[in-house]
């Protein structure tokens, strides 16, 4: 009698599991929310659009993109942290959010290298300072020789306080050894409004929000805070170049999903997202808004989170950022 129970018990486990197999197998069957954790118009919201978009053409699926913005990216974090690990909510990432935010708000539900899943990393981006086109300022020294003549009287915009962006302007403040004040908004766009209407000084933002103004003419780009110059603005310098050596602040965007979420759906999404990046026309598309596309295997993804997630919390805490 005990025998057959076993016997049918693992019919039964192995029809469950070849059934879920099934399932992952066929994945996609329906939509797929990619939850955008920031207001339209950003650098995060331009590059989950543009992989929502290339995922649908090139698999027929249905990838919809879905804004849900808040609290330095964290809402829609949360959102994603919250839904079911099925494959078919994933959120489009980034440094700001996942590394930086969860040192800033002491309340969050989550924690990033436990709760979610790493996916697939899309791009990386260097910050740039920028400033207005008509502005008096043309080259970063001449924001500096302002900054020492009048401390704290020069602005700058950013996305948010405490976001990364935020704290790469953090960090040139310290490096330079002046004193600029901080103008946070709710989101890149409205401080590049602001920036373009000459309301901040300066413009401290994710490449990609602000290239569509660079290419414009209306904005005029200062320096770059990677290490290396951009592929997409060859002719601005890097702020190491620009005196202060050493310094190189870069944020990064990728897929994340609930963790739980079947590890052959995970590896289905890892792998088209990064046949795109290989494609020719995505990267001409992803490097035209100032971001450079660099695809990884899931394990060197969640490995890249978790190293910054360790490292970013020195630099939250030195710099006294906070949210309440």
Known sequence: MLLKKLLVWSLVSVAAVGAAQAQNASYPTKSVRLI????PGGGTDILSRLVAQKLTEANKWSVVPDNRAGAGG???????????????????????NLVVGPWLYGNLP????KDLVAVAHVA???????????????TLADVVAAAKTAPDTITYGSPGNGTTIHLAGHLFEKAASINIRHIPYKGSNPALMDALAGNVDLLVSSV???MAQIKAGKLRPLAVTSAARSSSLPDVPTVAESGYKDFDVSTWYGLFAPAGTPATVVTTLNT?????????????????????????KVDQFSNLLKADYAKWKGIVQASGAKVE
């Open 272 to 296: 088209e997202v990064n046949k795109l990046l290989a494609n020719p026309e995505v990267k001409a598309a992803i490097q035209a808004q100032g971001a450079e596309p660099v695809a990884m």
């Open 36 to 39: 955008i954790p920031f207001p």
């Open 124 to 138: 990386y981006t260097p910050v740039v300072i920028a400033t207005s086109a008509n502005s008096k300022f043309k």
């Open 110 to 113: 989550w924690d990033p290298t």
């Open 74 to 96: 964290t809402i829609g974090i949360t959102e994603a942290v919250k839904a079911a690990p099925t494959g078919y909510d994933i959120v489009m990432g980034q440094k700001d």
């Open 208 to 210: 990609p929000s602000a």
